[in-house]
């Protein structure tokens, strides 16, 4: 393990993508605090206004900071991504080992469990859901998020773990008397590392979107402002036709580069992780 | 027949060159199975692959290849194009893998001819001819491989890969996933290509040296990428001389041999990294006969007529 | 010792796997202490199923396999079996993990077996396992995979075998993919440790491996017995057609091919005839429901002409 962390910090590639990834985290958990303002929401000055030492991204047309929108947005999107993505990655990650390591009429239920699931039109689901909730926070938007994006994930694990369990190691560790609990997470886990990595960005992007397209919809939070908030209120007062760069611009920044530098970490930990790539 | 000078084939790689095939030369005559022998890594298959299809990561390093008494161009892969399938073909390794899987195979072998600027027409009549040479059905040509059995598709690419008479013909490793009765059948079959007079000279590579002494007229054993000897199937059977041929040869266990009666040894040791290779002798780390002298390269040893072998320890016979 | 009966194992084909393929049929054998059982066979005769069966990394589809008077067949807790039979596959790399050291093979049998063993003293055990055959710790501990020989990934699984308290070893094809210099080697060690007590499931494709090493042989065609007995007597006086024709197809040194042609006819076999009907020289209606019939002590074959 020891060695794992020495290549993985001796990766420039995992190196750089980490930077980015952690210097966005820190800007969504203490942006706030450094910004001038306290409610993102809150009309705070004139509207059209470009940056300035006042406003450090301008303002909206109706005079809301964009930094401090920006910083609550990354906040939020953050948390939607990893609890969104995070729920999604680890039902479809126990779902696809259960399936493709036990095989069998487990493997056929939960299969068909998954099918269902991916054949229902998702966004009608959340609709519905999200009509019956009172309520509407981030959290529970992330839950939503996690519970319906998984299917896909199961899948693609299961084939993965098929694939792995027919190797000869798996063999040897089954007749060293490891259970398959310990198989799955001690032989099969390891290898598919940057596999799982790769889904959980996919998941994490995934859930952003996912949490754009329910704000567009007004399923968003009830209150409150979001990356995708802020780029579709871009999109709908015009932003970049009036020339306000300064508000279409930071927040799509922001999605491609975190998401950019998540897929460097990606290629980054396959070197780390396969010995065959890190003596290139 | 076949003339090899001094053939350098390398892999580029980051830490440097890997000397697959260094400084290699032989020859194959008219109507004449050479056999090449040697365990994985030895080179035998980069020196087949070599001749015919070379391309990076391997590249030509020097030497000289004759094919009867004209050049060829081993290191211009567009060049080859004028020599590969009608001069010399190859049976590849993997060759169950080796047909189009979307197109039935009769449509195939078309296509592949008219590539070639030849009118399938004309060569039909030869085409179902080679059919029966090798026992498959005409209807094959309007089954797709899949519905061909491995040893039904591998005798479908020797059929292809021999089409136009080619002079030379390699076989790579042809047998090493076959049965041992499926590889009589095809080892035979490859012989009988030569016999036939279908092809002029035939290179077989195997791992395996008792294929060789069934079927080949002359054998050449590498190690290391490197000829270690060369010298008529007999001469290698019963009187081989270089210490690797030698210890091989007493490693391997016949039917007949139990280990009751005697224990066979292997070879200690490991062959010598190709990334920069160690000078002189590269035998010399697991030789028994090892000596000041095999830190130089080993000279050429006649040992009788057409019998030679790269080794300091290695007498001419009187 | 180990004792199969009636041994079967059916897998499903054809469309909503109505049809039975049958990859081992009905087999019957035995297998003594100190002894080393060669099962011969070409691709598809089911001998790795057979080797599967007994690790149970498989269940028979029916039969059952007894195992010093233990029927394993459907035992639910493996772990005291294992303790004492052991296998080892035919791909090196593929046995080993390849994110991790091959030390961790070793760590896993003190993990689940020796729990209470300190890592100081059981290093000092994989140290000496290895030295015992003719590997340097030095040269292999603490290294991928991928940075040693087929040779000596193969050794460490036979030292991997020793760290226990295996008595009956099942080595599946386990030097087909190594290099014919260090094949031997192998091979040898693992008759030592039939001199010492270890019992051997040799399977292998090749007849010449086989004859070196065992004192008894099976020959396995599509899932059945053809032939069955000491390995002297199944190579020097065989009985079945399909023996004579393995013999007479392996390349020797010494001794050219002889002309009868190892080609393949045509004719499929009927239910409830000899296997080898497909391809027999001999084949006729009377060979139909043959059973292994004794040739000699010890000795005995699947033909009508037995």
């Known amino acids: 393990m020891s060695e794992i962390m020495f290549f993985a910090f001796r990766n420039a590639k995992l190196r750089m993508g980490l930077i980015i990834v952690l210097f966005f985290l820190l800007l969504g958990i203490f942006g706030p605090m450094i910004s001038k303002y306290q409610d993102p929401l809150d009309y705070v000055g004139q509207g059209y206004q470009p940056p300035s030492k006042e406003h450090w991204l301008g303002t909206t047309t109706f005079g809301q900071d964009v930094f401090t929108q920006l910083v609550y947005g990354i906040r939020s999107s953050f948390f939607v991504g990893l609890v969104g993505g995070g729920i999604a990655t680890i039902i479809g990650l126990v779902i696809g080992f259960l399936a493709g390591y036990e095989g069998g009429w487990l493997d056929e239920l939960l299969m068909m469990l998954t099918n269902i699931l991916l054949v229902i039109p998702t966004l009608a689901l959340l609709i519905i859901v999200a009509a019956y909730l009172p309520y509407r926070g981030v959290f529970i938007q992330s839950i939503i998020i996690g519970l319906t ?59 952003i979107l996912a949490a754009v397209g329910l704000d567009f919809i007004g399923l968003g939070p009830s209150r409150g402002i979001s990356i995708g908030l802020m780029l579709q209120n871009a999109v709908l007062w015009n932003a970049i036709q009036l020339g306000m760069w300064w508000w279409a611009i930071p927040p799509g920044l922001v999605i491609t580069l975190v998401v950019g530098a998540l897929y460097f970490m990606n290629v980054g930990l396959d070197e780390v992780f396969n010995p065959r790539l890190r003596e290139m | 027949m076949l003339e090899v000078e001094g053939l350098k084939l390398y892999y580029k790689t980051l830490k440097g060159h890997v000397k697959a095939v260094d400084d290699v030369s032989f020859d194959v005559n008219d109507g004449e199975l050479l056999g ?99 026992n498959l059905p005409e209807r094959v040509l309007k089954m797709y491989p899949i519905e061909l059995s491995g040893g039904m598709k591998q005798r479908m690419v020797m059929v292809m890969s021999t089409l136009l008479n080619p002079s030379l013909l390699i076989a790579d490793e042809v047998t090493s996933a076959l049965d041992v009765s499926s590889q009589k059948a095809v080892c035979l079959m490859i012989k009988g290509f030569k016999d036939a007079g279908i092809v002029k000279s035939l290179i077989f590579i195997t791992h395996d040296i008792s294929v060789l002494y069934q079927i080949a007229d002359r054998i050449m054993i590498m190690y290391a990428g490197k000829v270690a000897e060369i010298g008529k199937t007999q001469q290698i059977a019963s009187n081989p001389v270089h210490p690797y041929t030698k210890m091989l040869m007493f490693s391997l266990p016949e039917v007949g041999i139990r280990y009751a009666h005697g224990i066979l040894s292997g070879i200690p040791g490991q062959p010598p990294q190709l990334l920069n290779p160690p000078t002189g002798c590269l035998f010399k780390e697991r030789c028994p006969l090892r000596g ?18 790269y080794c300091w320890k290695v007498t001419q016979n009187a | 010792m180990l004792k199969a009966t009636n041994l079967s194992k059916a897998y499903s084909v054809g469309s909503l796997g109505r049809e039975k393929f049958y990859a081992v049929d009905n087999v019957n054998f035995e297998i003594q202490e100190r002894e080393i059982v060669s099962l011969i066979g070409e691709s598809g005769s089911g001998k790795t199923t057979i080797g599967k069966l007994i690790l149970r990394l498989t269940k028979p589809t029916s039969g059952k396999i007894v195992f010093n008077d233990l029927d394993i067949t459907m035992l639910k807790s493996l772990k005291e079996y294992y303790k004492h039979v052991q296998g080892i596959f035919q791909d090196p790399f593929s046995s080993y993990n390849p994110i991790f050291k091959v030390d961790r093979v070793f760590d896993m049998v003190r993990e689940e077996f020796y729990p209470s063993e300190s890592v100081n003293s059981w290093k000092e055990k994989v140290t000496g396992v290895i030295e015992s055959i003719g590997l340097n710790p030095k040269e292999v501990l603490g290294k991928f995979p991928h940075q040693l020989s087929g040779g000596q990934l193969q050794r460490l699984l036979i030292a991997r075998a020793l760290l226990m308290e295996t008595k009956f070893l099942v080595a599946d094809e386990i030097i087909s993919m190594l290099d014919a210099s260090t094949r031997i080697d192998i091979l040898n060690i693992l008759v030592k440790l039939k001199e010492r007590g270890l019992s051997v499931l040799f399977i292998t494709h090749d007849l010449s491996l086989g004859y070196y090493i065992s004192d008894k042989t099976v020959i396995l065609y599509r899932g059945s017995i053809m032939e069955y007995g000491d390995t002297e007597k199944i190579f020097n006086n065989s009985a079945h057609p399909y023996t004579k024709m393995l013999l007479n197809s392996i390349p020797s040194l010494h001794q050219k091919w002889s002309n009868t042609d190892a080609s393949l006819s045509g004719r499929s076999a009927p239910v409830g005839y000899c296997k080898f009907y497909d391809r027999c020289p001999l084949g006729d209606e009377r060979c ?3 059973e292994l019939r004794k040739v000699e002590e010890n000795h005995f074959a699947a033909c009508k002409n037995v």
């Not at chain 1, 199961?154 to 000869?168: D, K």
């Not at chain 1, 190691?169 to 609990?181: C, D, K, T, Y």
Request: proline share 6%; net charge neutral; glycine share 8%.
């Open chain 2, 36 to 134: 090449l022998a040697g365990e994985s890594g030895c080179g035998k298959s980069t020196l087949g692959n070599g001749l015919i299809l070379l391309k990076p990561p391997m590249n030509y390093f020097g030497g000289m290849v004759q094919l009867d008494h004209t050049q060829l161009p081993i290191d211009d892969f567009e060049r080859m194009n004028d020599f590969r399938f009608s001069k010399l073909s190859i049976i590849p390794q993997y060759a169950m893998d080796a047909l189009n899987p979307t197109r039935k195979i009769g449509v195939y072998i078309r296509e592949v001819l008219q590539s070639r600027g030849i009118d399938p027409e004309s060569i039909m009549d030869k085409l179902l001819e080679r059919l029966k040479f090798v």
């Open chain 1, 149 to 207: 994006a998984w299917p896909w994930t199961a899948r693609a694990v299961r084939s993965q773990t098929l694939s792995l369990r027919t190797r000869e190691f798996v063999n040897l560790a089954r007749i060293s008397g490891r259970s398959h609990m310990k198989i799955i997470l001690y032989e099969v886990l390891p290898n598919m590392m940057s596999y799982v990595f790769m889904v959980f960005i996919l998941q994490f992007g995934g859930a």
């Open chain 3, 288 to 290: 139909k429901n043959i």
């Open chain 2, 292 to 309: 000041k002298e095999c830190d130089e390269e080993p000279p050429v040893v006649n040992v009788e007529e057409g019998h030679i072998a």
